[in-house]
């Protein structure tokens, strides 16, 4: 049984950093493209960012280029996704899933979220 848990989330100052993390357990998690996603209220969710398996190979949504960094730790099959210089527009639900829609890989396997709240 895939299990994926995402972490790190919390109120924040804009201009400030955030690392959030995601652990993924039942798949062999070096194998698979990974995705962050995000979902502020009223709005649809969205892909933030996107990493291969053997994390070289990237992609960022507009809104994250040059603030946010993805990575993964595949020794121990997590996930990460450092956030900087944060936006009240960053305010969201962020979620991982396996997979990548940028790449055209079926996601699945969503964890339950981590909430990310950017004050003013």
């Known amino acids: 049984q895939v299990q994926v848990a995402e972490s790190g989330g919390g109120l924040v100052q804009a201009g400030k950093s955030l690392t959030l993390s995601c652990t993924v357990s039942g798949l062999a998690f070096s194998g698979y493209a990974m995705a962050w996603f995000r979902q502020a209220s009223g709005k649809e969710r969205e892909v933030v960012s996107c990493i291969n398996g053997d994390a070289d190979g990237w992609h960022y949504a507009k809104s994250a280029e040059g603030r946010f960094t993805i990575s993964r730790d595949n020794a121990k099959d997590t996930l990460y996704l450092q956030m900087n210089s944060l936006k009240v527009e960053d305010t969201a639900l962020y979620y991982c899933?396996?997979?990548?829609?940028?790449?055209?890989?079926?996601?699945?396997?969503w964890g339950q979220g981590t909430q990310v709240t950017v004050s003013s």
């Open positions: 899933a396996v997979g990548c829609p940028a790449w055209r890989l079926p996601t699945r396997y």
